[in-house]
């Protein structure tokens, strides 16, 4: 982090800080004289508001009177919506009162029961009503309520958010639409989406995008068994990227037809996270040659794969292709199979003059007493 950004955030730390003793110490003195709830100021009633949920701010005071609902229909709060805790009752009296008439000025929306969905986006055009809506988290939702609105988000001007957790059970059709759609968002710069495999055999996501679109997205997470067939073909959508994090990279069992795609500069991808399930290394360093020029913390994790152990074929993969690259961070788990060749003989091949002017330090620990050729490689100090 930057010394002015973590300036930047203290001082909003210090602020906050200082409004909440202001608070505290106004209530103490409210407290202290018996004062009623209907005495504060409603600079202070807004104050309070901060601290709390939408709900409990309209469960709590929406009823008081007209100047309690007044207020808490016009408190800030109110444009940031988290539906995930409330109850298919509680929620539709909410519902009609205050998420109802103010949903054009909500800006963070959060649903996580279907219950909840259906009833908002019903009809599914609707979603068009939130006009001032700029981050959007589906929790844990089926992907038949999501694919009813997904046509219509990319009509919504100002979202630049959207977060997606899919619940168990979901289709490759589905998903390879999903990722498809996601790329016709306008404004999108954050992207996180969340799947999982029903069972151990089943095969990762097929992705096989149907246009020929770029995104705007800036930073995209993905949770999930993503194929790394389709790698090239994702970077390739993804000009302004920045940051990039996959936490399963598979090698399909099936053989995807590859497309045959210009060369694209990645000039903004700075962060990549990777975790490898059996990846080629030759394949994967093809890719690294071709989009990763720009890179400055690459972060891998990887097993059973010895050549990803090479420490000459990395260094002159970092000085060829990776110019800016400041932090390497690896974590490798393996079983070597050559006799007379141990994690000892690898961590000597990363102690040269190389690795020591960048002060990037590694070390190992074996995974069972006295068997030094099983055991886990990894970076001891990534962020010098």
């Known amino acids: 982090m930057s010394p002015t950004k973590r300036q930047h955030n203290d001082q909003i730390s210090i602020s906050k800080n200082h409004k909440k003793r202001k608070l505290e110490n106004q209530i103490a003195e409210i407290n202290s004289t018996k004062y009623l709830l209907e005495d504060l100021s409603n600079e202070i009633v807004h104050e309070l508001f901060e601290y709390l949920d939408s709900y409990d701010i309209y469960k709590g005071f929406y009823n008081l009177n007209r100047r309690f609902q007044n207020l808490a229909i016009n408190s800030n709060v109110l444009t940031k919506i988290n539906v995930s805790t409330m109850s298919k009752v509680n929620f539709k009296d909410y519902y009609q009162n205050i998420f109802l008439p103010n949903r054009n000025q909500i800006k963070v929306l959060r649903l996580s029961n279907p219950f909840t969905t259906d009833l908002i986006f ?89 246009h020929r679109d770029s995104s705007p997205i800036e930073c995209l997470i993905i949770n999930g068994r993503f194929p790394f067939n389709g790698f090239q073909n994702l970077l390739w959508r993804l000009p302004k990227l920045q940051y990039l994090s996959i936490n399963c990279l598979v090698q399909s069992y099936y053989n995807m037809e590859q497309e045959k795609l210009t060369h694209i500069e990645l000039k903004y991808l700075k962060y990549v996270s990777l975790k490898f399930d059996f990846i080629n290394f030759h394949k994967f ?28 074929r990395w260094q002159q993969l970092i000085m060829s292709y990776m110019p800016y690259l400041r932090i390497f961070d690896i974590n490798h788990q393996d079983y070597i199979g050559k006799k007379k060749f141990t994690y000892h003989h690898i961590i000597n091949q990363f102690n040269s003059s190389f690795w020591m002017e960048k002060n990037w330090f590694f070390t190992h620990q074996h995974d069972r007493k006295k068997q030094s050729t099983s055991g886990i490689l990894y970076s001891t100090a990534p962020y010098r």
């Open 122 to 210: 019903s009809p599914p055009r609707t979603i068009l009503n939130f006009v001032h809506l700029e981050k959007l988290i589906f929790d844990k939702v089926q992907i038949k309520y999501f694919t009813k609105v997904f046509c219509h988000l990319k009509e919504l001007s100002k979202l630049h958010s959207l977060t997606i957790s899919l619940a168990a059970g979901y289709n490759q059709q589905s998903l390879d639409r999903i990722f498809s759609n996601i790329f016709h968002l306008p404004k999108l710069k954050y992207c996180k989406i969340e799947y999982e495999i029903k069972r151990l055999g089943d095969e990762p996501v097929q992705l096989y995008f149907t």
């Open 285 to 312: 360093e093809k890719v690294m040659k071709k989009f990763f020029h720009h890179v400055q913390m690459l972060r891998l994790t990887t097993g059973y794969n010895e050549k990803c152990l090479n420490a000459k």
